[in-house]
């Protein structure tokens, strides 16, 4: 206490002298009676203050001297020279000191006290603060003014304040305009009303008018959450209200509701506020007014702005804690507010979140307040429960509520529970005598129908499915036990999953078994036909919720199959095919997987709808002119085709096996190809993705009873089929590889190259990507995908285990998946599943060779080794044909499988060596004399374009000795060699290059040397190096030089064409092959390594290129290429002139001939200058040889 006094002394040094600190901190009692005295001592300033401090410290702690203090103090704070805020507030605490005393006088030491005991003193303060200083100019003393009248005016006599009233109030309220903070106003005048309305004043009433209206505009003010006054205001002034509802409740609600009419938000927003508070607060005096003030709700509950709903479920709250809701129209009143919880989630969030303050408030907020508000009435207000229950049942069902299914469920589950707890008889639910609540089997199906999508909507489905287990009694007696073990089972499912983990066809697996046996529990005819019914008619309300209507489909099935029934079985089956909505592709899948269930037991009834409606006018255009407008579009029945086609498909697949073979033929296919029959060229991609997948269930449905699939139109149907699968994302290649492997007769050769073509291009459209190391080597789609083409591609070679059906196997897959690991993953198992036999050669083993060996150089690793294996088992089948055992070791196929290793490495060099030994094993087949015939389709691989020119010596290394072997394909590797080139930049491509035409030159010198002079000229700079890349050995260089200069002497050196100007002589235009032939020749000599050819050849090389010089002086290019050698002049090798390049190769034959010195000597002379020129050629000649040189140029 003393430390408390201590610091209340502290606080009020700033109004008091130094001489007056000692009296307050010395204590209350020892400084009451000295208080008087104080003013003859000189310390007058300091009393009132410290008087003021005194009270509130001494209420009920000190002697009994009110009286005397305020004798002695009181008339201080009315001295001129006292004005100022802490005299006021002397006057407020004193005030405020002595309304507790008096609240309190059963504990106070002075009982005698009275409030007249201050009324004299207290009028004349009055007099002075509301007269004088509430009308100064300064404006802190103007709110300390008002601040003391609030508990001045309870202590004035009663006749003294209804005097002051008239005054009084409007000169507060005047002050709203004068201050922007008026929390201190609001403060104030809320304890001058509870004054007035203590002394029964009846001049409030004249007021009250201009009271509503000033306080109804501070409640419309906006509020500012960083401003704590103005928040403090606020509820300043709802108290104010509830001291005027409280006096004058029919007065107060004639101003207000008429203001909830307006369309400003502000003002609506405001009058709910106020409302809401005198619900809460003047319960008592509201309670005649309920049916008036539920009636007045009419139009805030249509308004749309996001403010105003919450504040309207505010009010909802405040009227269920005091039995609002229980009159009538309190039904629209939780109508409003399940409305609110449905809110889509779409339309929660606008953007950035708002402050309160703001002109529309995110629709999150009012969806988050009506949710919190419907669970709290439901579970804490006990008076609630009789009107919530089961009235909130009806808002299940609507679609429109869908969006409030978790809260509403949450709360019914809650009701539930407490009316067990209350007894039976109060928890079931008499559906008769309320006719607004959806039946026993409306709201199974609903609970159901929402589980599919449990994650959906704040976790429907737990919501929905516990529930489902509290409503066990009212909708079926049997279910209890059944359900009190069933329902856990499937909240625990998915409380151990998640959105991302849970697989949707499993759970939806679950809730069809749950179904299931929850119908065999009932086991009641009846009760399954009524709840089908309810199934069918809600199948509308989810056409915006495809996932949610076709597991209803799925249910509907499930339902149809455990009645018994037939009657009612067709009529249901028949009313699902009038009514779905055919347009919908998603709904095909659920109207067919409903069939299908069904036909598990009533297949005669579902094929017999089937049919009748194919043959009905709901499935092909109407007839007459009477019905024209009526027709359906052809895209429409088209649509319809596609889902009658599904609809066979999962009939076969559900069907009883025992009665489905007596079936297929002649109701289930037969009615699947009349839509083919009718349809193949313009049919709608839905219908044949459909027609597709319906075969493949039926061949899926046959392939278990281990027949076959025998069809009249297999040769017509399988290209189609194989073509439409190319576009239908939802048909798998295994199931079209159980659709294929089932058909009879076989299919052809060409059929076969069809399906496989088919069926890569459906699901091959991209290379995998690269994987780093240490991670999975393919996705899991990616492998099931290659596992399945796998299985397609063995079932079809194993109809036809000869050479010729792996070769078909092989050429329609190289130019797809070529690179990806398909076939080369794939050919081993094949190979090693041919038939051996020496009655039938293996005649087309080098075209296999030819295809396999060159993807021992592919991009991507794993088709490099599987490749060599591949290869490797070609070269076993052989010797398998020469009649070998199976389990003979052959030494030069044994080579190949330790060469894999050297494929991983990235190192092109390494991988370049890799490549080129295992090319060897290949060849050195030949070598022992067992000749692989067949490499026509050696080059048909290196025009994929993810084989490097770096690798492409693989090709052409395994090629036979033989001359002739491989003639017809040398042009097209060398232009893919030169192509090659053109596309990369990388340092170690040329290098390979040269070396793969060495390697094919080796064997087809004049084939390369044609395809080489075949190149455009001028000859660019990869061209010259692939003729450089001739002259590495000795010999080869000899025989390209000689049939280079062959190809010189074939042909003129040059044509002559006429002229039409008169007395000018006709152009000489040089031919292509010399001129080719000489560029060529020119950059064969320029290799160090021609020297040994060029010097054994030097005698015809000089005679020719001599002779070459000068027929082609004066002698033009054609004009083609003239353009081409002006563009080209700075960067061509050398000059494409015919003379120039005779010139610059017959210099070329003199350096590599080491004739360097006769060379420089012509150059320094000018003699190269006048052998080109037309007027000095035959000069230049005479003059530059005379017998001596002409020697030197002889050669050495």
């Known amino acids: 206490m003393a430390r408390g006094r201590c610091g209340r002394a502290a606080l009020i040094n700033h109004g008091c002298s130094s001489n007056s600190r000692p009296l307050v901190r010395r204590g209350l009692g020892p400084c009451v009676d000295p208080a008087g005295s104080c003013v003859l001592r000189g310390t007058i300033c300091s009393c009132p203050s410290s008087w003021a401090w005194l009270s509130p410290l001494g209420t009920l702690g000190g002697p009994p001297t009110p009286v005397s203090a305020s004798a002695g103090c009181l008339p201080l704070c009315l001295l001129p020279f006292f004005f100022s805020p802490w005299a006021v507030a002397a006057l407020q605490r004193f005030s405020e000191s002595a309304l507790e005393y008096l609240a309190n006088l059963d504990q106070a030491p002075d009982p005698t006290v ?29 709110l300390a003014v008002v601040e003391a009248l609030g508990p001045m005016s309870h202590l004035l006599p009663g006749d003294k304040l209804e005097e002051q009233l008239p005054k009084l109030l409007p000169g507060v309220l005047a002050l709203y305009k004068k201050h922007a903070e008026a929390f201190h106003v609001s403060k104030s005048l809320g304890q001058i009303l509870e004054a007035a309305v203590s002394v029964g004043s009846r001049t409030l009433e004249v007021q009250l008018d201009t009271l509503l209206a000033t306080l109804h505009a501070q409640i419309c003010v906006p509020v500012e959450s960083s401003s704590p006054l103005v928040q403090s205001n606020q509820k300043e002034v709802l108290r104010c209200f509830t001291v005027l509802a409280c006096c004058s409740p029919d007065r107060l609600l004639a101003f207000l509701l008429p203001k909830l009419d307006t369309n400003n938000e502000r003002l609506r927003v405001g009058s709910l506020q106020i409302l809401r508070h005198v619900i809460n607060s003047a319960a008592a005096q509201m309670e005649a007014n309920k049916p008036f003030i539920l009636s007045s709700m009419r139009l805030p509950l249509l308004d749309t702005n996001n403010k105003v709903k919450r504040a309207v479920v505010q009010v909802i709250s405040a009227m269920a804690h005091h039995g609002y809701l229980e009159q009538p129209g309190g039904e629209a009143m939780i109508e409003y507010i399940v409305q609110q919880c449905a809110l889509p989630p779409e339309q929660e969030v606008r953007g950035c979140p708002l402050d309160p303050g703001s002109a529309d408030a995110p629709a999150d907020s009012v969806r988050a307040v009506s949710v919190r508000t419907l669970y709290l009435v439901s579970t804490t207000v006990d008076r609630m429960s009789d009107v919530l229950w089961p009235h909130l049942l009806q808002f299940l069902t609507p679609v429109r509520f869908t969006g409030a299914l978790t809260p509403l469920c949450r709360s019914l589950v809650h009701l539930a529970l407490k009316r067990q707890e209350a007894g039976a008889d109060a928890f079931l639910i008499q559906f008769d005598a309320h006719v607004n609540l ?31 287990h509290v409503l066990h009694p009212n909708i079926h007696p049997l279910l209890g036990q059944y359900w009190e073990s069933a329902v856990p089972l499937l909240l625990k499912h998915l409380d151990e999953h998640t959105e991302e983990t849970l697989s949707p066809k499993e759970w939806e697996a679950r809730l069809l078994m749950f179904l299931q046996d929850t119908l065999a529990v009932v086991s009641d005819n009846t009760w399954i036909c009524q709840l089908s019914l ?65 036909a598990d037991s009533h297949l005669e009834d579902t094929l017999a709808q089937l049919e009748d409606f194919v043959r009905s006018d709901m499935s092909r255009k109407s007839i007459g002119i009477f019905n024209i407008f009526k027709d359906r579009s052809e895209s429409e029945a088209d649509r319809v085709r596609s889902a009658l086609v599904l609809c066979y498909g999962h009939v076969a697949s559900q069907a009883p096996r025992e009665l489905l073979l007596a079936k297929v033929e002649s109701d289930i296919l037969r009615n699947m190809f009349q839509v083919f029959s009718t349809k193949v060229g313009t049919m709608d991609p839905t219908l044949k993705q459909c027609l597709v997948q319906g075969l493949c269930m039926v061949s899926q449905a046959i392939h278990t009873t281990r027949a076959a699939l025998d069809l009249e139109h297999t040769e017509h149907v399988a290209p189609v089929l194989c073509t439409w699968a190319q576009r239908c994302a939802g048909v798998s290649a295994g199931d079209l590889n159980l659709l294929l492997s089932s058909l009879e007769p076989a299919l052809e050769e060409q059929a076969q190259a069809d399906v496989v073509h088919g069926c890569l291009h459906s699901v091959m459209a991209l290379p995998p990507e690269p994987q780093e190391e240490g991670a999975d080597c393919q996705e899991l789609l990616y492998l099931d995908t290659m596992r399945a083409l796998e299985n397609l591609l063995t079932s079809l070679l194993r109809r036809n285990m000869t050479p010729q059906g792996l070769q078909v196997m092989v050429e329609v897959c190289r130019g797809l998946c070529w690179g990806r690991g398909l076939v080369t993953g794939c050919s081993p198992v094949f190979l090693s599943s041919l038939p051996m036999g020496a009655l039938v050669p293996f005649h087309n083993l080098g ?40 389990d003979h070791q052959d030494d030069v196929a044994e080579q190949l499988p330790p060469l894999k290793d050297g494929l991983v490495h990235p190192d092109p060099a390494t991988l370049f060596h890799s490549c080129h030994s295992i090319a060897q094993v290949p060849a050195s087949t030949t070598e022992r004399g067992r000749a692989v015939p067949g490499w026509e389709g050696l080059p048909q691989p290196l025009h994929l374009p993810s084989l490097e020119p770096s690798r492409l010596a693989l090709a052409l290394c395994p090629v036979p000795a033989g001359p002739g072997s491989l003639p017809g394909e040398v042009p097209e590797i060398v232009s893919v060699l030169r192509c090659k080139l053109r596309e990369t930049q990388e340092e170690h491509v040329l290098p390979a290059a040269q070396h793969s035409v060495y390697l094919l030159a080796t064997q087809h010198c004049a084939a390369v040397v044609s395809s080489l002079l075949g190149s455009p000229l001028p000859f660019d700079s990869h061209t010259c190096a692939l003729w450089r890349a001739l002259a590495v050995e000795p010999s080869l260089s000899a025989q390209v030089l000689r049939l280079l200069l062959d190809k010189m002497s074939k042909d003129v050196p040059f044509k002559e064409s006429r002229t039409f100007l008169p007395g000018t002589a006709p152009d000489r235009v040089a031919t292509l092959l010399p001129l080719a032939a000489t560029c060529a020749l020119r950059e064969v000599v320029s290799a160090p390594a021609s020297a040994p050819a060029v010097l054994e050849l030097y005698p015809q090389l000089f005679a020719a290129l001599l002779l070459r010089v000068s027929s082609t002086v004066g002698v033009q290019l054609p004009r083609n290429l003239q353009a081409k050698e002006r563009r080209g002049a700075g960067t061509a090798p050398g000059s494409l002139e015919p003379c120039s390049s005779a010139v610059d190769a017959l210099r070329a034959v003199l350096l590599r001939a080491g004739s360097e010195d006769v060379e420089q000597c012509v150059e320094l002379e000018g003699g190269w200058a006048l052998i080109s020129a037309s007027a000095g050629h035959e000069e230049g000649v005479t003059r530059h040889a005379p017998g001596k040189r002409l020697q030197r140029w002889q050669g050495p």
């Open 847 to 886: 075209l296999l060779v030819g295809l396999f060996s060159p993807r021992c150089a592919d991009l991507w690793p794993a088709s490099r080794q599987e490749a060599v294996d591949c290869v490797h088992s070609l070269l076993y089948l052989q010797l398998a044909y020469e009649g070998f055992s199976r």
């Open 114 to 142: 009275r409030k007249d005991t201050f009324a004299a003193d207290l009028s004349s303060a009055y007099d002075i603060l509301f007269h004088h200083w509430l009308q100064s100019r300064e404006a802190k003393l103007r």
């Open 438 to 468: 959806p039946s026993p089997y409306a709201i199974t199906t609903r609970l159901l129908a929402v589980s599919c999508n449990p994650y959906l909507g704040d976790g429907r489905g737990v919501a929905s499915l516990r529930l489902l």
């Open 534 to 598: 309810e199934m069918c008619k809600q199948l509308p309300c989810y056409n915006g919720a495809p996932r949610e209507k076709n597991f209803l489909y799925k249910c509907i099935g499930a339902t149809l199959r455990a009645a018994s029934s037939r009657e009612v079985v067709r009529k249901h089956l028949r009313e699902l095919l009038e009514t779905a909505r055919y347009q919908e592709e998603a709904e095909h899948e659920g109207l067919a997987c409903c069939f299908g269930i069904c």
